[in-house]
Structures are given as structure tokens and as C-alpha cells.
């Protein structure tokens, strides 16, 4: 069984960033890729980003590129989101897993609430 832990999110005002965190605990893991993904009120929940854990090669929505930056920590099990310039559109709750937004390798999180006022 694998736990996320999702951190980071808050308040920020549009054009301010925020560095979301996600650490993955439990007994033999094997991560592949890992990413972020978010839920909007009365959205489907969206791809935003992902990492190959292995070479670090990542991919993003191009709602997000040039603008949010994925990294990961392979020793601390960790995914990180750098994000720069956020608007109201980027307010979501934030969650991180591997898999897809629809198929999941692992049960989500809680997550981590952004939001960005205008």
C-alpha cells in the first residue's frame, strides 16, 4: 500500500508562485513516472505534469508549460512542482500520482488546495 502526502499549496495572488510538494511512503515501491494533477470545482480532474523517475525527462498540459516545472528526488521518494506566474485558472486542488488522471497506480491523496486570486 502506498501513501501520498501532498504539501505546499495556499493563497497567492496572480502572478505568484508556489512550490507544491509530494512525498511517497510505503513498503517496496517502483516508481516509473510520477506526476501532478488537479481538480478544479465541478471539473474533471486534469493531467498538469510528469517526471521519469529514472532520467528525469518530463511532460506537461500546455495550459502549464513555461510555467510550471516538475522535479523529483528519487532518494526521499519525492515530486515537486514549481509553479511560476499562476493565474485564477490554476486554482485546484493539487494531487500527485503515477499512472494517469483516470487510471491511477495509486489510491490519491488528499491533496493540496491552490488557490490564486486575481
Known amino acids: 500500500q502506498v501513501q501520498l502526502a501532498e504539501s505546499g499549496g495556499g493563497l497567492v495572488q496572480a502572478g505568484g508562485s508556489l512550490r507544491l510538494s509530494c512525498a511517497a511512503s510505503?513498503?517496496?515501491?517502483?516508481?516509473?513516472?510520477m506526476g501532478w494533477f488537479r481538480q478544479a470545482p465541478g471539473k474533471e480532474r486534469e493531467f498538469v505534469a510528469t517526471?521519469?523517475?529514472?532520467?528525469?525527462?518530463?511532460d506537461y498540459a500546455d495550459s502549464v508549460k513555461g510555467r510550471f516545472a516538475i522535479s523529483r528526488d528519487n532518494t526521499k521518494k519525492t515530486v515537486y512542482l514549481q509553479m511560476n506566474s499562476l493565474n485564477p485558472e490554476d486554482t485546484a486542488v493539487y494531487y500527485c500520482?503515477?499512472?494517469?488522471?483516470?487510471?491511477?497506480?495509486?489510491?490519491w491523496g488528499q491533496g493540496t488546495q491552490v488557490t490564486v486570486s486575481s
Open positions: 510505503g513498503r517496496s515501491i517502483i516508481i516509473n513516472r
Open positions: 500520482n503515477a499512472g494517469t488522471a483516470v487510471n491511477p497506480i495509486w489510491t
Open positions: 517526471v521519469d523517475w529514472s532520467d528525469g525527462s518530463t
